[in-house]
């Protein structure tokens, strides 16, 4: 019988030596998050919308360079006109045209959805923090004041909210954070609840670590990847909340341009000029779409069962 060795063994080595020797293979360790990335780059929807969503963004970024006219200019001449080669998107029925000004609205249409969802992340993960890990009087606070929120259905919440404040796209904004703080919390609080019952958290204790380091050096770390993947699915909700009050004329004031808006000011139109709904409804549909699909794709990708 011919005996062969492993390439890059030495066939000399005593028998007693492991055929495969690690320092040899000269292996690198790959991190969690590293494993992540991995699991990310091979899913092709996840790429494929977070490539159309960041050319979005960019396009938005851009748009007082790449944008052909200024969004706010009336031409009564050019009112209503078919999409063309001067108006690639067409114009809508004060002559503006369309595509500049959906350029411009995505930038505070994407930029809603960030901030909202910043405000509720950080605050429902803060409360959920605080609640999961102290208890009793804490938690009994905390969550009856979350149970008081989710009473209300969100954008209901969120509507009642601005009309408290008032109108505006920063008002738009606080408004869907709060309604998006009790989910947050909820999440984080249950993860809080399994994850201090293990040893590192006992021996950070021992150590004499105290309990802010404790939460935000020690737990946060170890709980952050449902907020991830929850951020992610928030953001489109939270698109889907602002274009909503925009659309009933709670968001911004005319003549500035955002998709919500531009929703609304179009409706009277639909039967003689449908361009003016449909591209900005395509706007909000794709960003909505592609950020849902990166969400699913943070979610497998963070799933230890996977």
Request: net charge positive; proline share 6%.
């Amino acid at each position: 019988m011919i005996e062969t060795t492993p390439p890059g063994t030495d066939a000399t080595a005593p028998r007693g030596a492991s055929a495969f020797d690690a320092r040899r293979l000269n292996v690198k360790p790959v991190s969690w998050w590293g494993l992540v990335g991995r699991d990310l780059l091979r899913n092709r929807a996840t790429m494929i919308g977070a490539a159309v969503l960041l050319l979005m963004i960019l396009l938005s970024v851009a748009a007082p360079w790449i944008a052909p006219y200024n969004p706010n200019t009336i031409s009564v001449i050019d009112r209503l006109l078919h999409p063309s080669r001067e108006h690639l998107l067409g114009t809508d029925q004060f002559g503006r045209d369309l595509l500049s000004r959906v350029l411009y609205g995505g930038r505070l249409t994407l930029s809603v959805g960030a901030v909202s969802v910043g405000i509720g992340a950080i605050l429902g993960t803060l409360l959920g923090l605080i609640a999961g890990y102290y208890g009793r009087l804490s938690d009994l606070v905390i969550m009856r004041l979350i149970d008081l929120l989710l009473a209300f259905p969100g954008i209901l919440l969120a509507l009642g909210i601005v009309a408290v404040l008032g109108t505006g796209m920063t008002n738009i904004m606080i408004a869907v954070g709060i309604s998006s703080i009790p989910a947050y919390t909820r999440v984080v609080r249950g993860s809080v609840l399994s994850a201090k019952e293990h040893l590192y958290v006992e021996a950070a204790r021992v150590i004499g670590c105290r309990e802010p380091r404790i939460l935000l050096r020690h737990l946060l770390p170890n709980i952050l990847a449902p907020v991830i993947v929850l951020s992610s699915l928030g953001t489109a909700i939270a698109i889907l909340y602002a274009a909503a009050l925009s659309f009933l004329g709670l968001g911004v004031q005319p003549p500035t341009a955002e998709w919500g808006a531009m929703l609304s000011g179009g409706r009277d139109w639909l039967s003689v000029a449908w361009w003016i709904t449909t591209f900005p409804g395509i706007a909000i549909m794709l960003a909505v779409i592609c950020i849902n699909v990166i969400g699913d794709g943070l979610r497998d990708a963070l799933d230890p069962r996977l």
